[in-house]
């Protein structure tokens, strides 16, 4: 981790020490997963249309795909299967970044980018 990161980590938590994060507009709510924000207002409507009748784009399906695997990583026992789920999370993971690289769309995913030709040369 670089300073800035472990500086922010430690103000984090200090604020949530103190009770900051305690009032904050919608504490207790449930999260909206409908967030639209990374989709073009002119294409929000039309997909909205696609997602009710059931067509997800390829990088929505691989996100679905990610979580799921997640989720099944931190419910595995058997360390041998989760070494097999770690490496199927990471095969979606390249092929996430690659599509939105191709789509020239920022995942903040930096430290992707350092390894980028390790984990293709390790996995392929």
Do not use: V, W
């Not at 504490?27 to 989709?39: H, R």
């Not at 070494?83 to 995942?107: C, Q, V, W």
Request: contains cysteine.
């Amino acid at each position: 981790m670089d300073l800035f990161t472990i500086l922010s980590e430690q103000n984090i938590k200090k604020a949530y020490e103190n009770g900051e994060f305690d009032r904050l507009p919608g504490f207790g709510k449930p999260l909206n997963l409908e967030d639209e924000s990374s989709i073009p207002e002119e294409l929000r409507m039309a997909h909205r249309i696609m997602k009710n009748a059931g067509f997800l784009t390829e990088e929505n399906a691989l996100r679905k795909e990610m979580l799921r695997i997640e989720d099944m990583i931190r419910d595995c026992e058997d360390q041998l299967e989760q070494e097999g789920l770690k490496k199927d999370l990471n095969e979606k993971l390249l092929k996430f970044n690659g599509l939105m690289s191709k789509k020239r769309i920022n995942t903040n995913s930096s430290i992707f980018k350092n390894y980028e030709h390790k984990i293709e040369k390790k996995l392929l």
